[in-house]
């Protein structure tokens, strides 16, 4: 088999389809700056934000959503997803993709069923437990299944085969030096260089609880020298602070460089979502995460390895509390060593090498 002369990757909706997608848009092309490379996405998804800047091809398709079940039902019947089908098979023709890989989300459905009918190789990167039902419906027509954490095949038995390669992430983490870039970083958000800082996020769309437990907690915090850098979440409301700190507490709507806040945190404090674990993980920041209390609890089968490797603390969402984050962080954070412990247990978890793992996986399935 020769270099992959074009690939669809397939994958929107949410940063945690998108972003690792982009990483391994931006691997293929590191290897082969010649390599076509088509992204598909829906109209309304993240990608159309995010995609299109980066300088790749993004071409929509009409997608929809899915009944949570997954069963041969679900692609016999609606005419709507042999359309959406058809559309994904006709850019497919157009580019003449060697492979389509899958990421997850609505729009992935389509491209994979559209390989199928082709007998077109297909991969899906799966990050979470259980797997998203589009991607449990891929694994329905292809036995190429890389996973992003060590602990999903013994967690779940459609990812039983699965091949662990990492999550594909951006060169701007995978090649942060946390301590070189510290004090740069902390001058960039008008931190003091000598005093310790919590960064703190709740995702893209920020996570109001965790806004309004560190809010309550800020006079204690800043009284005991901890700093604050908060990214709020641009779809949440802000919540008051304090404005008579002795130390800064600085806000932000939201934060496109994370790098940045990774590099001048001594701890963080966030959700359990995929891309948090595998980045905090691959460059070793302790990390207190609050997992997401609605949903099938996959945020918190992520965090709970990097926890049990020591790397990090678990909090339920209804036991964080100004109180809580009193008496945990600050006896925490001003701990240097026992910080650097949980780093270095994070670290040992985490991997940066994702892109280049998932691009050989992909290789050597277009050659079988």
Known sequence: MGPLRSVVLAGGGTGGHVYPLLAFADCLRRHDPGVRITCLGTPRG???????????????????????????????????????????????????????????????????LAA????????????????????????????????????????????????????PLRRAITGLDRYALRNAARAHFGLRPDLPVLFVSGGSSGARSINLAVSGAAKELARNGVQVLHVMGARNEPVPIPTDLPVPYVTLPYLSE????????????????????AEVAAIGLPTIYVPYPHSNQEQRRNALPVVEAGGGLLVDDAELTPDWLERTVIPLIRDPQRLY????????????????????????????
């Not at 709507?80 to 580019?95: C, L, N, P, S, Y």
């Not at 994370?258 to 674990?277: F, H, N």
């Not at 949980?342 to 090498?353: C, F, K, L, N, P």
């Open 116 to 167: 199928w009918r082709r007998e077109l190789p297909m991969v899906i990167h799966e990050v979470n437990v259980p797997p998203g039902v589009a991607n449990r419906l891929g694994m329905k027509f292809t036995k190429n299944v890389a996973v992003g954490f060590p602990n999903q095949p013994s967690q779940a038995e459609s990812l039983r085969d699965a091949t662990v390669v990492g999550v």
């Open 341 to 368: 412990t949980m780093g270095a247990a994070a670290a040992s978890y985490g991997r940066r090498d994702g892109d280049e793992a998932l691009r050989s996986f992909v290789l050597a399935a277009v050659a079988r």
């Open 46 to 112: 993240m990608e159309n934000d995010l995609i299109p800047p980066q300088g790749y091809d993004l071409r929509q398709i009409p997608a929809y959503q899915l009944p949570r079940s997954v069963n041969m039902n679900l692609v016999r019947t609606p005419g709507r997803m042999w359309t959406a089908a058809r559309a994904a098979g006709k850019v497919i023709d157009e580019v003449r993709a060697d492979v389509v890989v899958g990421f997850g989300g609505y729009v992935a459905v389509p491209a994979y």
């Open 258 to 277: 994370m790098e940045l806040g990774y590099a001048a945190a001594d701890l963080m404090l966030a959700r359990g979502g995929a891309m948090t674990v």
